[in-house]
């Protein structure tokens, strides 16, 4: 079964701070893996989709990266701002299946304070 | 164009009570799925919709959930005779259908259970 790890579950940072966020997921068998963000009282907003094939995805100040032999993901947030104030979730999608069951972790809840 | 909706967004009933809740996709998406989020649980996949079928409902946490979409767009997920533990916020997500897209979600709605 798979289970997706986020650490830390909570982090702190002044702004203008590079930072990196955690994921891990026990089963490598993955077709792709998500990040999302998510604002509270929102929904979630997909933040980079990396497929299995994959190593990374850049989308302007954010990158993130995927290492499947060994289970690991990371985001990484350059020159953080108080707007970037969320939490962050990664969601992995089982190789089977053929659609995108997402299994999600508990999320990293980060602050950005000026 | 818009993004996914879901009403109501707050729904407060009594233990006992049916409540239906409701998705209404981006207009052309085939794949639907539900999520909850709950305190003590995370997010967690209930219900996955390909057109009107669903070819799996192994997240629905017991025969009092039950969900059903028609002509391929809105989705009700009903929940029958609700228990305290059902109070959650319940997330909607849809996407075009391939496993390269990613999932959009709705902002959600959160069930309290009296």
């Known amino acids: 079964k798979q289970e997706v790890t986020q650490i830390p579950a909570a982090l702190s940072v002044p702004e203008g701070e590079n930072l990196v966020l955690n994921c891990s997921f026990t089963?490598?068998?993955?077709?792709?893996l998500q990040w999302f963000r998510q604002d509270p009282g929102k929904g979630l907003t997909s933040l980079l989709l990396i497929q299995s094939s994959q190593r990374e995805q850049t989308s302007g100040r954010l990158n993130a990266s995927l290492d499947k032999s060994s289970g690991r993901s990371t985001l990484y947030i350059a020159a953080s701002q108080p707007g970037d104030s969320a939490t962050y979730l990664c969601?992995?999608?089982?190789?089977?299946?053929?659609?995108?069951?997402?299994?999600f972790g508990a999320g990293t809840r980060l602050a950005v304070h000026p | 164009g818009a993004g996914v909706s879901q009403s109501p967004s707050n729904k407060v009933t009594e233990k006992g009570k049916d409540v239906e809740l409701r998705c209404d996709p981006i207009s052309g998406h085939t794949a639907l799925y539900w999520y909850r989020q709950s305190l003590g649980q995370g997010l967690e996949f209930l219900i996955y919709f390909q057109g009107n079928s669903a070819p799996d409902k192994s997240g629905l946490p017991s025969d009092r959930f039950s969900a059903e979409r028609t002509g391929g767009s809105v989705s009700t997920l009903t929940i029958q005779r609700t228990q305290q533990e059902d109070s959650a916020v319940y997330l909607c997500?849809?996407?075009?259908?391939?496993?390269?897209?990613?999932?959009?979600f709705g902002p959600g709605t959160r069930l309290t259970v009296l």
């Open positions: 089963d490598s068998a993955i077709y792709n």
């Open positions: 969601a992995a999608a089982p190789l089977s299946g053929g659609y995108n069951k997402l299994i």
């Open positions: 997500a849809s996407s075009p259908g391939g496993r390269t897209d990613t999932q959009y």
